[in-house]
């Protein structure tokens, strides 16, 4: 009877330390990481793109944009400030929209197609939250 206690506990020892090391690896991983790697924000960013194209609300404002330039831009800017490899080597967030006078629902429009994408990639709540959260605070 003894054996099969100690069997027991360790069985539920070994299950309580898998799932807390796992948790400890999600929150040590990188937002970058969590989000799959350039390739999977490469992929987002030219979906939210095209969805910006398509977007009446606001893709007049895009309509002399270089726009392999904004994709490179985007993806290099969402990597570093996910955590990633990557160095953002465009435009400060201040000059690039200078005199753009840019108001709240134009901002608004924006990450409304940035999710769509993020939701069509199947991006999770907590990567999702923690990616808009990174962008909001370049808002101003
Ligand atoms: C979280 C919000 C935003 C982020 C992170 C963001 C990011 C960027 C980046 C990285 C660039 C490229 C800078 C460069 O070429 O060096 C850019 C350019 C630009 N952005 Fe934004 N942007 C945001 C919001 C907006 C909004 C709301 C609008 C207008 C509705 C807008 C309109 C533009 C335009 C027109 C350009 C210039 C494109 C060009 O001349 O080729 N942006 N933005």
Redesign the pocket.
């Given at each position: 009877m003894k054996w099969r206690t100690t069997v027991w506990t360790l069985m539920i020892v070994a299950v309580l330390a898998a799932g807390c090391s796992d948790k400890m690896m999600m929150e040590k991983k990188s937002l970058y990481d969590r989000l799959g790697g350039k390739p999977a924000i490469t992929a987002v960013v030219d979906d939210f793109v095209g969805n910006v194209a398509g977007d009446a609300r606001?893709n007049q404002?895009?309509a002399?944009?270089?726009?392999p330039?904004?994709k490179t831009?985007?993806v290099e800017?969402i990597c570093q400030a996910s955590g990633g490899p990557c160095t953002?080597t465009?435009?400060s967030?201040k000059a690039?929209?200078a005199g753009?006078k840019?108001t709240d629902v134009?901002?608004n429009?924006?990450?409304e197609d940035l999710i769509k994408s993020l939701d069509k990639f199947k991006v999770g709540a907590q990567e999702k939250n923690d990616l808009l959260g990174a962008?909001?605070g370049?808002?101003g």
């Open positions: 606001i404002r895009f002399n944009a270089n726009i330039r904004l831009m985007l800017q953002y465009g435009a967030m690039a929209h753009m840019i134009e901002f429009a924006l990450v962008l909001g370049m808002k």
